[in-house]
């Protein structure tokens, strides 16, 4: 995987100034699971940049430099396959001979990373005399944490010991709480000196010479034991065999738009290269937030993830909701901003994010995934796909999560949720939109916590009418009433204490002292998608998404352009979130504002066009009349999870496809744009079977698969 630009991605749990500058332009990543690999584009790690073999956020090799004859490799070209991330073959050769125009030798370099590293490295010789070579590789590890490696302040590692084998290097640091280590051992009887693999060898006429590299980690005490062992087929390991069944199972979509069938087969690309295991539960991958940096579990990204790929494959929403719900807080901590009940923000295990967590490496500052959470499950059992095993052990958790909304999200009792940080170890800002200056008023004023968010009292209504509808299915009538009033209540003090007449939208938030955080922003179009607006206020919601201030031309800005705040190129401030948009245009759709969710749905699939059909995690804000192509944002993750799953959920949106199998029924109201058509979209999952769904050229829909006992609904409920 190549980038061609800085990368981040959001939801650091550090507070401070915003998203930091990462990877150079040109850089190699490859990945799996939460272990990946940066280099230069032609395959050497260099220590003095964000380089780099990363696993468990420990930075295992931080030089690994290949030499022929004491002079780099020419770098020509690079094979990789999209659906293999973890592996690529770097292309080069020796440089010329001093008596040759032209080198004759090829040197290959295929890479291939997993819980270490695998490397070949083969010299083929491609002239009419043998070639006397000297092959050096050099390597060093600092067990430097991943955060210092990204922000540019990895200090030397004090006390590294190095042990020279027969043919390894084995470089151990020993730290207070735990010893890591790396092991790196090369086939083909190398010297192998501090630091250093030398081979001296002729490569006959017209043959190869070739080694192998097997790189061991060994970190907070657990053996990372390399899956693509030297000598074994690639094909036949496990990385690579749940990649290919992970294709295999995907959707197929054909449609005559380019754009959206390539935005959603990338899309789904990503997705599999982004899922990573709980080394317990290795047959339960969730979804990391993205590449490379946040190869890790996020809440409020996963569960929106898992979200927004129902369609795709609800197991991952499933496995989301088991990894947070035994990662759910059961204690007080004011250091990881640990409650009962309280779904987690991210998991690291980084020696300096350990420390930075208090001591633990889960951290908790996080206002909406408890609702998102609650939401997710009630979703995940209207598509027929929670087990009836998990279900008691889930809707437990989903209690405990409200509970926490009760006694720790609403502190104050007023009725809302609010968030601010136990410590200023903490995220100073704890919904998406976390960067310190994520919030601000119309005058560009940042927002006095505690603050309460209007999406994350969105996301509370829709956690209230999830557990009720979960209460329904269990036949827990009392239970069911319960919380479809607390809904009600909600809905109507939401709508009296957010809603600003004189702007005739929905204000940010309520800051500290009660008062409107008075900016119009893209927050409110989360409040259309879990249907807590009144119907008379919808209409001018839809107004303001679709109009000049945050319509961009290519999405919904995060803040309107009038607005003292607005930075086209800022990261919260008028920014474009596909993520953000989609979620926008879930909205519209739900309250009838077809041909504004249309526009804005085709504006950010032909976006996707800019940048190789992989949306990234945010671009600039720029109106589409000044630049007709959408400006990249220097520091965007790309793939990155949410913005890999938008497409499918913007196709799922502008289908109308709600199924709710407890009550027997499936609604399917398409409303694709025409551009579209005609649509077909097989192998789609629902409950323990596959359907598929075709739109014609006039709209007329058709479906097959579904089960017997399903009632079609063809208008909207």
Known sequence: MFIDGEESAA?????????????????AILLEGANFCISAVAGDVHRDRPHGLFVADTRILSCWRLSVDGHPVEYLSTAEDPGEPFRATFIGRSPPRDSLADSTMLVLRTRVVEDGMREDLVLRNLGSESVGVIVTVTADADFADLFAVKEGRVLPPHGLAVDIAAASLTFTLAGAEDTRSVVITATGDPIVTAGRFTFRTVVPARAQWSTCFAVEAFVGGRRFQPRHTCGEPIEASAPARRLHAWRVSNPRITTPDDALARSIETGARDLGALQIEDPRHPDCPVVAAGAPWFMALFGRDSLLTGWMTLTLDPRLALCTLRTLARLQGVRVDPLTEEEPGRILHEVRFGREVALALGGGNTYYGTADATPLFVMLLGELDRWGALPDDDRATLVAAADRALEWIANYGDADGDGFVEYRRHTDRGLFNQGWKDSFDGITHEDGRVAVPPIALCEVQAYVYGAYRARAKLADVDGDAATAQHWRSKAVVLKAAFNRAFWM?????FAMALDGAKRQVDAVASNMGHCLWTGIVDTGKAAPVAAHLSGPMLFSGFGVRTLATDMTAYNPMSYHNGSVWPHDTAIAVAGL????????????????VEASQHFGGRLPELFCGFDRAEFRSPVPYPTSCSPQAWAAATPRFILRSLLRLNPDIPQGQVQLSPVVPDRWLPLRVENLPLSTNRFEISVDDDGDVAVTGLPAQLRLVTKEL
């Open 11 to 27: 939801g650091a749990w550090a507070s401070g100034a915003g998203p930091p500058v990462t990877t150079e332009a040109g850089a």
């Open 501 to 505: 007449p004189d702007r005739q939208a």
């Open 589 to 604: 759709v739900r309250y009838g504002f077809i041909p504004e969710a249309q526009q804005i749905s085709t504006a950010l």
